[in-house]
């Protein structure tokens, strides 16, 4: 079952009295404490038990086991693949940013993320003397994002990470498992069962507290957890871009991502694929009314972008996770480096022809397979159709480099995800609390007294599953209001990716790579706040002396809560 919320600028009241809260088991420690663990051992063979268990290894995941097991907690990880780290290392997408990310706009912890890959390339690669130099150095001076890496290097910095807390045992990671059923006792999620994807085994996870740091916020309809997915109306969200009529299977395009080269003057075109004259055909309209190939530069603002492995310039350059300039090799070196790799994530290769939410599994690996065939056929019109300067077609040289994704073919492990289901909160944060064109005489966004985070980038949409175009929208600094980590009803569980409480809208703008670190960390906090203070979730947002005390102890960790005043 779904609910949407009308958003308002206070904080959301719930739809409904709270129940009778039967508690999981817990032992508290005196007040101050800050380890605070589940009972030790009547767990079975096939239960294990923590202080919080984290269904989901992306980068709100990983956030979110570091900042609990830094203070103390006992955590229990899962990941469906064997790598951690989400849509910055197995769905291949180069962190987007907000324009101040080098000084502000991301937390300690998520910039020293950023400075260790900067240190990996330093200690680990045969950089120029240069590039070394460079405090701000972009190994793939890609114009998307200060930092383009290679993702396997982001995987190895943030195993390093999280790798003295696995060393204790604090941290314990489940990696290719995934989450298949819940015990839930009224308001209260007691277990969570997961299940190893080669094995077929089952373990039943038991904790206080539990995170959905799924891609998909695949926790939330196991845990009969209220939830929103696709489009609001506008009655529902008071939004100036919002429809209608509610539009739940209305989401956005999610892509498989794909690492190339280029070999000037070689011979790597792929086998055409069975169904390449479908995708080279399908034509489909754009934001200016026009139909447009899917497979093609035709459009105005990819004709002014344009590609050019050659001159190296363009979609080419747009997404490289390795610059060969960067790099001084000796003939002896390790050839990774001899040329550029850029990551194909273009509105090319968006698949927009089906929704992975709320459908069976069947018809989701459906979905899958044909958003690769989509970039695979993207590839093979790269090599042999597409347009070049010199008036010829192709480029043959483009190879794919599955070193680079840690897979057999040179795709990703995952597809990159966009929009996911998302909880009724107590709070929604809606289009006119973040946008310029919603705020015209506002300086800034709209204040959240109770800011657990900072984050910043437009409102990205891309083309949708009903046929939108998506937007772009400015927006002002914003803020991560605690209200939207909040269930209505649910008390225990907690968001921890793109499942907070926003819209189809905002969700465009807080989905990105600092600010879903942020909401992970925000979250691993809360809940060894919480079981130091012996209190609730709930509580802190209620109780003003609670949230000012959690949020004294986020900016101590380094969790900025509100941007600089213009000015």
């Known amino acids: 079952m779904t609910s949407q919320q009308k958003c308002t600028d206070g904080v959301g009241r719930r739809d409904f009295l709270k129940r009778l809260v039967v508690a999981a088991p817990i032992v508290w420690a005196a007040p101050g404490c800050v380890a605070v663990h589940a009972p030790p051992s009547p767990a079975a063979a096939n239960e294990l038990v923590a202080d919080l268990v984290i269904i989901g290894g992306g980068l709100g995941g990983c956030a979110a086991a570091l900042a609990a097991a830094r203070r103390g907690l006992r955590v229990i990880m899962t990941e469906e693949t064997d790598w951690i780290g989400g849509q910055l290392t197995q769905q291949a997408v180069p962190p987007d940013e907000n324009a101040w990310i080098e000084t502000i706009g991301g937390t300690r912890s998520y910039l020293a993320l950023r400075t260790g890959i900067r240190d990996y390339y330093r200690a680990q690669t045969p950089l120029t003397a240069r590039a070394k130099a460079n405090p701000r150095l972009n190994p793939g001076n890609c114009w998307v994002s200060r930092i383009g890496c290679e993702p396997r290097v982001a995987l190895t910095v943030l195993e390093a990470m999280l790798a003295p807390y696995v060393a204790s045992g604090q941290l314990r990671i489940l990696r290719h498992h995934t989450a298949v059923a819940a015990n839930v006792d009224r308001d209260r999620v007691q277990a969570v069962r997961v299940r190893q994807r080669s094995t077929g085994h089952d373990i039943e996870l038991r904790a206080p507290y539990f995170a959905d740091a799924t891609e998909l916020g695949d926790l939330l309809p196991l845990t009969r957890t209220e939830y929103v997915t696709g489009a609001e109306s506008v009655a529902q969200t008071g939004e100036p871009h919002a429809k209608r009529t509610a539009e739940p299977d ?61 001159r190296r310039t363009g979609y080419w350059s747009y997404r490289r996770v390795i610059d060969r300039d960067l790099f001084a090799l000796q003939p002896a070196d390790d050839a990774r480096y001899r040329h550029d790799v850029s990551i194909v994530n273009w509105g090319q290769n968006d698949y927009s022809f089906g929704s992975l939410i709320d459908v069976s599994a069947a018809t989701a690996q459906q979905h899958v397979a044909r958003a690769k065939a989509q970039s695979m056929s993207l590839l093979y019109w790269l090599q042999t159709e597409a347009p070049r300067p010199d008036g010829g077609a192709g480029w043959p040289g483009l190879r794919l480099r599955p070193d680079v994704m840690g897979t057999d073919d040179g795709f990703a492990k995952y597809p990159y995800i966009r929009e996911s289901r998302r909880i009724a909160a107590e709070f929604t944060v809606c289009e006119q609390h973040v946008t310029t064109e919603s705020r015209p005489a506002a300086t800034r966004a709209a204040d959240f007294p109770d800011s657990v985070g900072i984050g910043h980038y437009s409102m990205d949409l891309h083309r949708t599953t009903r046929g939108d175009y998506g937007r772009y929208g400015a927006t002002f600094p914003f803020q991560i209001p605690l209200g939207a980590l909040l269930p209505q009803r649910v008390e225990n569980l907690l968001p921890a990716c793109k499942n907070l409480g926003v819209t189809h809208l905002t969700n465009g703008c807080y989905r990105l790579h600092p600010i879903e670190w942020n909401i992970g960390e925000s979250v691993g906090n809360l809940v060894a706040f919480c079981l130091a203070k012996r209190c609730a979730p709930r509580a802190v947002h209620q109780q003003a002396r609670l949230l000012q005390d959690f949020q004294r102890e986020l900016e101590t960790d380094g969790v900025p809560l509100q941007w600089p005043l213009p000015g």
Not at 254 to 282: K, N
């Open 250 to 310: 209305n989401v956005q395009a999610f892509t498989m991502c794909f690492a190339l080269e280029h070999r000037s003057g070689e011979q790597h075109v792929i086998d055409r694929p069975s169904d390449y004259a479908h995708w080279r055909d399908l034509a489909i309209p754009a934001a200016d009314g026009v139909t447009y190939r899917l497979l093609s530069f035709d459009e105005p603002a990819n004709q002014r972008i344009g590609f050019d492995p050659e």
